[in-house]
């Protein structure tokens, strides 16, 4: 399937960045040399208005466009098409203190002061009414203007305020999701501690030792972003109705749940900043794809937008290491193998000044284009004219990995596992690396999507089973599905309350087993599972197994693997469950690396899934491809050092060196694309 371009007007990925000309405006000659040097970088679109707000109006009610004409002008005589920002991500001096309600609160319920960005409340009426004027206003001049492309809503959104607006809003949304206190206090067990409320103005924020109330507030904050994103949203919608939009979202950003943002959006947009070199690149490369599968996944295959990334460094990590040779280009074609049709920069010129002014930018303070970093930018820019044909393809999937901020919220928020924020990100991400490693195309999904349309379904740790949930997975194994599960599932139920019964709760029927106990263990312990004799994946051996190790007792399912040690020696860790004309396998064990690459690996076999190549991928080589249902793009990317050889099918190379008896030859860092008939 090939889906249409961004916009109508466009026939080329889009490559550009972040473009701030309202901190030049005294430097006529850095403006008109930016223009010069987009051209030599294969630049064709900027993000414009970003953080603009103080400079688009000065003062409340005087406005000063005259900058930004000159800027749409000078950029669309020069070819460059423009995303156009609404300014709402950082809020003007003068409106903090002549409104000082549009200041969020901290917890403590004290005013924040004007300062840093995201520092607004979602909730104020008056900061809604200041943004819906100055998104009106600029759909009004740049509505019909022949470079504007895309709407780029605000930037990042995130954060919480606790200001009385909020927590008046907050008890309202409980009101409507409970109607009476006697269904919230039930559902919250507020008994426990003697919390039960009597009056819905006695409920404050967040109580930690009220599990339900953490997930409620964040399940509000996300409903709240959402309220606030669609009064941004309506008077762009009314005033430019053929004019998309986007927002750009931050990988797995805990406090929002982006599926609730995504269906508003014409396209989703992602801000990647990996943090290269760190570890051994494939592994960040995998952890780097698993977001790209999600966002791709968020619109149903429509690709997405890499709205921001970096061309060399970021200035806000630990450490803050460049880019080495090769690896923006690698980075740059992984997002487009895995569905972008975009690749930008924050920024395209570093700024003198402020708390980001050592960021990588495609211009730095040398201000030149003789520079390892912008001749890298430019071969991108070359790259993607000759990949042209792959805009709008989709990705084909047999297999998703289901990752749910919901679920994450109910198990970050409960107390009696392990006290470590990254565990279920971390989790799911290792799964889906095996996968990714063999070039399986995966789509990253959340709990409520069709499983229908998968042949395998991976759910680890799906701790908190939202209504239908558990009725729709065993549907999906009884008509052939396969699904993979975890420990730490089924516990509890939308409403944070354990299920009766037994774990993994409603999925203890299609799993066929019932989990009686788990131990937590330390760093430092170790435990292990040996695969039981004719196991039906062939499984040999044992693996070593850390952090979670569930007692199960099996109800209908095989034994596949048991315990090694300790008091649980010969408990099933490992089973499988026929039901239907599928099975359900439950992993009791946090196993490592080695096991899930061979049992899913083993998994993804014998079902035949799609694989981008036939052949095994060496270590550090991934492969996806996209598709327009005639004609096949086979993306290959070397994270490794060393020169590595693939044996692909014939077809013709778009990027990289000819094959060689059938094997395609892959530089230290190299990347190769092939046109294949389907």
Not at 74 to 95: C, D, E, F, Q, Y
Not at 308 to 335: D, F, I, Y
Not at 441 to 454: C, G, H, K, L, T
Request: charged share 25%; aromatic share 12%.
């Amino acid at each position: 399937m090939r889906h249409p371009p961004i916009h109508p007007s466009l026939g080329s990925i889009l490559h550009g960045g972040d473009y701030n000309p309202d901190q030049w405006l005294d430097r006529p000659d850095v403006l008109e040399a930016d223009t010069r040097l987009m051209r030599l970088a294969g630049v064709n679109v900027a993000t414009v208005g970003v953080f603009a707000w103080a400079t688009l109006e000065p003062e409340e009610g005087v406005y000063r466009f005259d900058w930004l004409d000159e800027t749409f002008d000078r950029l669309h005589r020069a070819g460059v098409r423009i995303v156009l920002a609404t300014p709402t991500g950082a809020k003007p001096a003068w409106m903090s203190h002549k409104y000082p309600e549009i200041r969020r609160c901290g917890p403590d319920g004290r005013r924040e002061p004007h300062g840093f960005r995201h520092n607004h409340c979602w909730t104020s009426p008056i900061y809604r009414a200041r943004a819906r004027e100055i998104n009106s206003r600029l759909a009004e001049r740049y509505g019909n203007h022949p470079a504007l492309v895309l709407w780029h809503l605000s930037n990042e959104y995130g954060g919480y305020c606790h200001c009385p607006l909020c927590m008046e809003a907050f008890q309202g949304w409980l009101r409507r999701r409970y109607e009476t206190l006697d269904a919230l206090d039930k559902a919250w067990w507020t008994r426990f501690w003697s919390h039960t409320f009597t009056d819905w103005r006695q409920i404050d924020f967040i109580d930690p030792t009220i599990p339900a109330m953490v997930v409620d507030w964040k399940r509000f904050t996300t409903d709240q972003c959402v309220d606030f994103m669609l009064a941004e949203i309506e008077p762009l919608r009314r005033i430019t109705p053929d004019i998309p939009l986007t927002h750009n979202m931050m990988g797995t950003y805990e406090p929002l749940d982006y599926w609730r943002l995504a269906p508003h959006l014409d396209r989703v947009s992602w801000d990647a900043y990996p943090s290269w070199h760190s570890e051994p690149e494939h592994r960040t490369a995998a952890h780097t794809a698993f977001h790209c599968d999600m966002y791709r996944a968020m619109k149903g295959g429509r690709p997405w937008i890499l709205m921001e990334s970096t061309p060399s460094r970021v200035n806000w990590q630990k450490v803050c290491r460049s880019k080495k040779p090769g690896m923006h280009r690698l980075a740059s074609l992984q997002a487009v193998a895995h569905g972008s049709d975009a690749v930008m920069y924050f920024q395209w010129r570093a700024g003198r000044g402020g708390a980001e002014k050592y960021h990588g930018a495609v211009v730095d303070h040398n201000a030149h284009e003789h520079t390892r970093v912008f001749r890298d930018v430019a071969q991108v820019g070359a790259d993607l004219k000759r990949l042209e044909r792959v805009i709008g393809t989709s990705t084909a999937a047999d297999v998703a990995v289901v990752y749910d901020w919901e679920c994450r919220w109910a198990y970050e928020a409960a107390q009696g596992f392990r006290a470590d924020p990254n565990d279920y990100p971390a989790t799911v991400i290792g799964f889906y690396r095996a996968l990714w490693k063999r070039g399986v195309s995966v789509d990253v999904i959340n709990a409520d999507q069709d499983f229908s349309r998968y042949r395998m379904v991976v759910a680890p740790m799906l701790y908190m089973l939202r209504p239908g949930l558990a009725e729709r997975i065993d549907r999906f194994v009884e008509e052939g599905g396969v699904f993979v599960g975890s420990y730490l599932s089924g516990l509890v139920d939308e409403n944070d309350l354990c299920f009766q019964g037994g774990f993994p709760g409603p999925l203890r029927q299609t799993l066929g087993v019932v989990a009686e106990e788990i131990d937590i263990l330390y760093d430092h312990d170790r435990q292990s599972v040996s695969a039981q004799p004719d196991n039906p994946l062939g499984l040999e051996g044992s693996f070593a197994a850390t952090r979670y190790c569930e007692l199960i007792r099996p109800e209908g399912a095989q034994v596949v693997g048991s315990y090694d040690a300790d008091f649980y020696a010969g408990t099933p860790a490992l089973t499988v469950n026929r039901r239907g004309r599928g099975e359900a396998w439950y992993l009791g064990a946090r196993l490592e690396e080695r096991f899930q690459d061979e049992m899913l690996g083993r998994l993804a076999g014998r079902l035949g899934v799609r694989r981008a190549v036939d052949a095994d991928l060496p270590e550090g080589v991934s492969a996806a491809v996209r598709t327009d249902g005639e004609r096949s793009y086979l993306f290959l990317m070397n994270f490794t050092p060393h020169p590595q050889r693939v044996r692909t099918a014939p077809g013709t190379v778009l990027l990289g060196n000819a094959p060689t008896d059938g094997d395609l030859e892959l530089l230290p860092w190299g990347a190769a694309v092939v046109e294949q008939a389907r």
